[in-house]
C-alpha cells in the first residue's frame, strides 16, 4: 500500500537520525523532504512521546493539537510494534478537518522507548471519489473497513461512516480468513448480497464488495427468459409447421386413399372393379394354395339387359344394374368375400374357404335378394313380357399347381353359359307347347 510506504519512509528517517526532537528549520526541511507525492495522501504528521503534534508535512501546525487521547497513540505507546495501526482522526484533531482515515507507526528512540507517532492521513473523499466510475447496482456497495469492525467507507452510499458491525454474521465471515466470498443478508439494509472481501497486506484493513443476489442474478434471468422465450416462439413455430404439415399428410392420405378407391371402384354399382379383382384373386388363390382351402367364384350375369337397356333406355339399364350391385353387396358380405362388377352387365363374386355347395347357398340368396328389390319394377314389365333376372355360374375347386385362377374364372364362365343355355332351352320348350295347343287332335 503506497501510502503505508510513504510513512515507513518517515519513521525510518525519524529514527536513523532521531530527529523527532528537532526544531525549526531543519524540522521544515526533513518534513518537506519527506512530503507525500502519492494522490489522497494529504499530509503526515509527528507527535512527539506526550502527543503534542510538533509538526506536519503541509506546514508548522497553525494551533496545538494532541492525539494523546487517541486509541492508537495509546496503544503504539504501550506496544512495541512496527505494525501499523489504523484509526479515524480523534475530535481532538478533527475540528479543522475533512473526514479522513490515519495510518499510524510508532517512532522509537535509539534505546528502543517510545519516542512519538508518525501518522499518514488519507482524504475518505478522494478514496470515495476513485470508486466513482464504478458501476454498481442499487443495492450493491464497495466497502472499507477496520479489522476490529469500524465502516469507513460504503460507497455509493456513505452515510455510515463509523459504523461498527463487528457483531453482525457478516464481519464473523469477513475476519474468519484472508480473503473468501459468501453470501448474506445486509445488517443495514437486509438486502441478501453476495460478499466478495480481502485483508489488505501489511495494514489492518479489509476491501470488499457487497453485490445484490438479484442484480447478479438479474442478467442471467434476463438471459434466461428471453432464451425462454425464443425457444418458446421457436417451438410454438414448429409445433405449428407441424400440425400443418400433419394437416396436409391427412389432407393428402384422405385424397389418396379416395383415389386408390375410385380407382379400383365401379362408379355406378359401388362394387369394386375388374382391375382390383385381377390383383386379389391371385393373393386369394395363393393363400388357399398354401392352406389347401377350397376357392369359389360366382359368375353372374344379366338376362336379357341388352333387350331391355334398348327398349327402355339408358337409365332404366343403369337402374337395374344397381339393384344387381346391392343384392350382390348384401348377401357377398363375410370378412374375405369379395363382389366385383366384371364388366357390362356382368358381375362376380369371389368366395374364400367356400366349397360349391356353400357358393350355391350365396348364389340362391343373391337371386332372391334381387327378387325383393326389383318387385315393384318387375310388376311394370311383365305388362311388356319382360322382368330382371340374373344368371349364376359356380366354379369350385380347391388350388393346386397344376392348376391356374384362369381355370377357375374359366369354370365358373362355362358354368354361367350352361345355365343360361338351359333357360334358353326351358324357355324355347314353353313357347313350343304354347304355340302347339291348337293342334291337339292331330
Known amino acids: 500500500m503506497l501510502y ?11 529514527q536513523s537520525f ?33 502527543g503534542n503534534l510538533t509538526s506536519r508535512s503541509s506546514g508548522f501546525p497553525s494551533r496545538n ?3 494523546a487521547n487517541c486509541p492508537y497513540f495509546q496503544y503504539l505507546r504501550v506496544e512495541a510494534t512496527d505494525k501499523p495501526q489504523i484509526a479515524t482522526f480523534c475530535p481532538t484533531m478533527a475540528a479543522e ?16 522507548s517510545f519516542a512519538g507517532v508518525a501518522v499518514a492521513k488519507i482524504s475518505l473523499s478522494y478514496i470515495y471519489d476513485s470508486f466513482k466510475d464504478l458501476t454498481l447496482g442499487d443495492k450493491s456497495h464497495i466497502f472499507l473497513v477496520k479489522d476490529n469492525g469500524i465502516l469507513l467507507i460504503r460507497f455509493p452510499d456513505n452515510n455510515f461512516f463509523g459504523y461498527d458491525f463487528s457483531r453482525t454474521a457478516i464481519y464473523h ?47 442471467w434471468y434476463r438471459r434466461i427468459f428471453i432464451t425462454a422465450a425464443v425457444n418458446t416462439l421457436v417451438c410454438l413455430a414448429l409445433l405449428a409447421t407441424a400440425i400443418i ?12 386413399t379416395k383415389l386408390e378407391k375410385l380407382s379400383v371402384t365401379d362408379g355406378l354399382t359401388g362394387l369394386y372393379n375388374r382391375r382390383y379383382f385381377n390383383k386379389e384373386i391371385e393373393n386369394e388363390w395363393r ?22 337397356n334398348d327398349k327402355f333406355g339408358h337409365l332404366m339399364g343403369d337402374d337395374v344394374l344397381t339393384k344387381i350391385g346391392e343384392a350382390i353387396s348384401y348377401c357377398a ?65 380347391i388350388p393346386s399347381d397344376q392348376e391356374t385362377t384362369h381355370d377357375l374364372i374359366a369354370m365358373a364362365d362355362e358354368d354361367l353359359y350352361r345355365v343360361k343355355r338351359n333357360r334358353k332351352s326351358r324357355s324355347l320348350e314353353s313357347i313350343d307347347a304354347e304355340q302347339n295347343l291348337p293342334f291337339q287332335g292331330a
Open 18 to 50: 532521531n530527529t523527532i526532537e528537532t526544531s525549526g528549520k531543519e524540522k521544515k526541511a526533513i518534513l518537506l523532504n519527506m512530503a507525500p507525492t502519492t494522490h489522497g495522501l494529504e499530509e503526515i504528521l509527528i507527535f512527539d512521546k506526550d
Open 245 to 256: 404439415i400433419r394437416r396436409e399428410i391427412i389432407r393428402r392420405e384422405t385424397v389418396e
Open 65 to 67: 493539537l494532541s492525539s
Open 333 to 397: 358380405r363375410r370378412a374375405g368375400d369379395l363382389a366385383i362388377r366384371y364388366g357390362g352387365d356382368e358381375f362376380a363374386v369371389l368366395l374364400p374357404n367356400s366349397d360349391s355347395e356353400k357358393a350355391r347357398i350365396v348364389a340362391d340368396k343373391i337371386e332372391k335378394r334381387l327378387a325383393t328389390l326389383c318387385h315393384d319394377l318387375n310388376k311394370r314389365l311383365q305388362q311388356d313380357n319382360n322382368s330382371v333376372s340374373i344368371s349364376i355360374g359356380i366354379g369350385s375347386l
Open 173 to 219: 465471515k469477513i475476519a474468519s480468513s484472508d480473503q473468501g466470498s459468501f453470501v448474506e443478508r445486509t445488517s443495514l439494509d437486509r438486502v441478501e448480497n453476495l460478499y466478495t472481501y480481502r485483508h489488505l497486506k501489511n495494514v489492518p484493513l479489509i476491501l470488499g464488495v457487497s453485490i445484490a443476489k438479484k442484480e447478479i442474478l438479474y442478467a
Open 97 to 112: 478537518e475533512d473526514p479522513s482515515i490515519s495510518i499510524a507507526r510508532r517512532v522509537s528512540a535509539p534505546d528502543g
Open 4 to 14: 503505508n510506504r510513504s510513512l515507513q519512509r518517515t519513521v525510518d528517517f525519524l
Open 287 to 308: 393363400r388357399a394354395l398354401r392352406s389347401k382351402a377350397p376357392l369359389s367364384m360366382l359368375m353372374i350375369d344379366a338376362d336379357n339387359f341388352k333387350d331391355l
